[in-house]
């Protein structure tokens, strides 16, 4: 059986000096459950690896963290060529930027239970969603209207806690892998 890529999305990890996860010590940890071509991307949780079709579901993968690591790990798991999808298809093409403008990817572990009309747009009217597809959420702040934490605090209030999100750009990267 041919291996697949994959992309796994650690929820909470290295941020603000708390729930510190070491790069090599993750690769190792991934390397030891029998995944292949384990990388890291960037400090932030992005790890992309091959396994077996079958191998390495969510919970396998958060169950040996926190036996690693000591604490919970929400893990948010992907195929690589998913990834890859997205960002062909890139749902931010559209939209004009500046310097004030960031676009961001949330993942999330179930399928919402919650009806959003979109686009949403904020009370402020710095953060708005622009597309939910397959446990994934599109959405762009104006950090001239507000600050990442207010994005954060809205798709919280939508989907709950097991979200974890990703600038586009770091989408991109992991997508070049």
Known sequence: MKNTGFIALLRGINVGGHHKVPMAELRQTMEKMGFAKVSTLLNSGNIIFEAKENEGSESEIEHRLEQTFGFEIPVMLRKFDEIQQMVQNNPFEQFETDDNTKYYVSFLKNEP?????????????????????????????????????????????????????????????????
């Open 113 to 177: 239970e919650n009806k959003i009309d979109l686009p949403f747009l904020s009370e402020d009217k710095s953060f708005r969603m622009i597309e939910i597809k397959d446990k994934t959420v599109f959405s762009i702040l104006d950090f001239s209207k507000g600050s990442t934490v207010n994005g954060m605090d809205v798709l919280q209030s939508f989907f709950g806690k097991d979200v974890t999100t990703r600038n586009w750009n770091t989408i991109v990267k992991c997508s070049k892998k």
